[in-house]
Structures are given as structure tokens and as C-alpha cells.
T-cell receptor, first 112, second 115 residues
Framework: KNQVEQSPQSLIILEGKNCTLQ??????????LRWYKQDTGRGPVSLTI?????NTKSNGRYTATLDADTKQSSLHITASQLSDSASYIC???????????FGGGTRLMVKP | NAGVMQNPRHLVRRRGQEARLRCSPM?????VYWYRQLPEEGLKFMVY????????ESGMPKERFSAEFPKEGPSILRIQQVVRGDSAAYFC?????????????FGPGTRLTVT
């Protein structure tokens, strides 16, 4: 069964600190992995999309890593800001079924 | 280039009424996806459409729910005889081609409340 598990479910950090969010998946065959940011009351916005051959991809203060062997990805946020408070969703695309599988998300709260 | 547009943003229906949710994809995008997000839960895929075709409706409840994406006009997600459990945020996304390698761009969502 295709699954995407994210941890932690929720996280509180102080402004300026770094944090890392985890994503483990069992989707097969793997095609690509995406990280989205979803602000409360809004639609998800793409942060990165990574294919099998990519290990690291950055988007400003966001850096995603992918280990296709262990089927793990992480999203590292550097020097957090209050505006980083949101849900972060890991999504994996399965080539065979033409399906996206969504993780449950990590709710991040950045406090001043 | 306007993003994905959804309307209404908020919709209140009484049990038994019909709800019609509209999605206008980004300009040039011919693929539309609908997702449902229950309170405090993640997004769940419902249906994937191209113009005039349903490609994948494996996530759609078998009864009361239907979707269309006509040649002209927005995509419509229709829920008949709504029940309280239908209360959720419904998001639409679009992409220029099939969902494989292409980014999906999400709309702001329609929040449906069934009273």
C-alpha cells in the first residue's frame, strides 16, 4: 500500500531557530517527491519537487533532501521566521498508478 | 497570469441541499484535480479531470458526488443531498499537462459547512 508518513505531527520552535521535518514513504514505483507549504485557510503552495536523481534542492531558507534508497526525505528550514508557521506537506508521485499520495503534514508554529 | 480560482470561498448548506463548487484553472492548464481536506486532516485526492474527460475518480465517494470539466467554463464539483460529514475544505489544483512530472498549482479552496 502506498503511504507517506510525516514526523513530527506538530512542532513549536522559537523565531530564528532551525528545524527539520521528516517524510518516509513506501510509494512504488517512485517518480518524484514534493514539499508543499499550506498556510491556515489557504491552498498548498509548492516549495520543491525532487526526482529520483536529486539529493538536495533549495528554495531560499528551505532545503529538501531525498534518499531514494531509504525512501526518506527531509525539509530543513533555516533561521525560521514567524511567517513559516504553517503545515508542511510531503507528497509522493507514483508513476504506475499516476497517483499522488499525500502525507498528513507537520504543523509548524514559530514563536517570537 | 491569474492563479487557480475557486468560488465560492465559503458555502453554507443545510442537510439535503446541493452544493456546487467551481474551479477555474490557471490559463493554459487543461488538467484539474479536486481534493478534500477534513478538519485537522491531510488532503485526500478525489478526482482528476481533463477537458470533457474524467481521468481518475478513484477518490470520489460512489454516491452524491460528481465532477465535470466542460470544454468551456470552470470545473464543477457537485455534491447532492449534503450531509454534515461533507463539511470540509475542497481544494482544486491545475497543471499544464498530466500530473506526473508537472507541478500542481492549488486554489484557495472552498470551505463547505453543512448545518
Amino acid at each position: 500500500k502506498n503511504q507517506v508518513e510525516q514526523s513530527p505531527q506538530s512542532l513549536i520552535i522559537l523565531e530564528g531557530k532551525n528545524c527539520t521535518l521528516q517524510c518516509n514513504y513506501t510509494v512504488s514505483p517512485f517518480s518524484n517527491l514534493r514539499w508543499y507549504k499550506q498556510d491556515t485557510g489557504r491552498g498548498p503552495v509548492s516549495l520543491t519537487i525532487m526526482t529520483f536523481s536529486e539529493n538536495t534542492k533549495s528554495n531560499g531558507r528551505y532545503t529538501a533532501t531525498l534518499d531514494a534508497d531509504t525512501k526518506q526525505s527531509s525539509l530543513h528550514i533555516t533561521a525560521s521566521q514567524l511567517s513559516d508557521s504553517a503545515s508542511y506537506i510531503c507528497v509522493v508521485f507514483n508513476n504506475a498508478g499516476n497517483m499522488l499520495t499525500f502525507g498528513g503534514g507537520t504543523r509548524l508554529m514559530v514563536k517570537p | 497570469n491569474a492563479g487557480v480560482m475557486q468560488n465560492p470561498r465559503h458555502l453554507v448548506r443545510r442537510r439535503g441541499q446541493e452544493a456546487r463548487l467551481r474551479c477555474s484553472p490557471m490559463k493554459g492548464h487543461s488538467h484539474v484535480y479536486w481534493y478534500r481536506q477534513l478538519p485537522e486532516e491531510g488532503l485526500k485526492f478525489m478526482v482528476y479531470l481533463q477537458k470533457e474527460n474524467i481521468i481518475d475518480e478513484s477518490g470520489m465517494p460512489k454516491e452524491r458526488f460528481s465532477a465535470e470539466f466542460p470544454k468551456e467554463g470552470p470545473s464543477i464539483l457537485r455534491i447532492q443531498q449534503v450531509v454534515r460529514g461533507d463539511s470540509a475544505a475542497y481544494f482544486c489544483a491545475s497543471s499544464p499537462l498530466g500530473q506526473g512530472s508537472y507541478e500542481q498549482y492549488f486554489g484557495p479552496g472552498t470551505r463547505l459547512t453543512v448545518t
